[in-house]
């Protein structure tokens, strides 16, 4: 079955980075586009980042563009949140999302990141 497992979550202080990692099983992978989200207590779920299969142009969220990095390697069926400058604010769990051809998505558990001094 499909599976998406998050990890490299944690507790960083502002100004710090975190890698996110998002291994991806269950699906081919290479042909799905792949999303990171995330959802700060007592709001709603957001887009971080997206990036398409097949070249993989990048979409982002103007509160993490030019700070943020979102990559995928197929080889690996792993897509990746690179995240720089982290501010207060970037506290969340943050969801990877899997969009597959067929239109069906997938979530996978979530990983905290937490920033703060």
């Known amino acids: 079955q499909v599976q998406l497992v998050e990890s490299g979550g944690g507790l960083v202080q502002p100004g710090g980075s975190l890698r996110l990692s998002c291994a991806a099983s269950?699906?081919?992978?290479?042909?799905?586009?792949m999303s990171w989200y995330r959802q700060a207590p007592g709001k709603q779920r957001e887009l971080v980042a997206h990036?398409?299969?097949?070249?993989?142009?990048?979409n982002y969220a103007d509160s993490v563009k030019g700070r943020f990095i979102i990559s995928r390697d197929d080889a690996k069926n792993t897509v990746y949140l690179r995240m720089n400058s982290l501010k207060p604010e970037d506290t969340a769990v943050y969801y990877c999302?899997?969009?597959?051809?067929?239109?069906?998505?997938?979530w996978g558990q979530g990983t905290q990141v937490t920033v703060s001094s």
């Open positions: 999302r899997a969009l597959r051809r067929s239109g069906s998505w997938y």
């Open positions: 269950g699906f081919t992978f290479s042909s799905a586009a």
């Open positions: 990036i398409f299969s097949a070249g993989g142009s990048t």
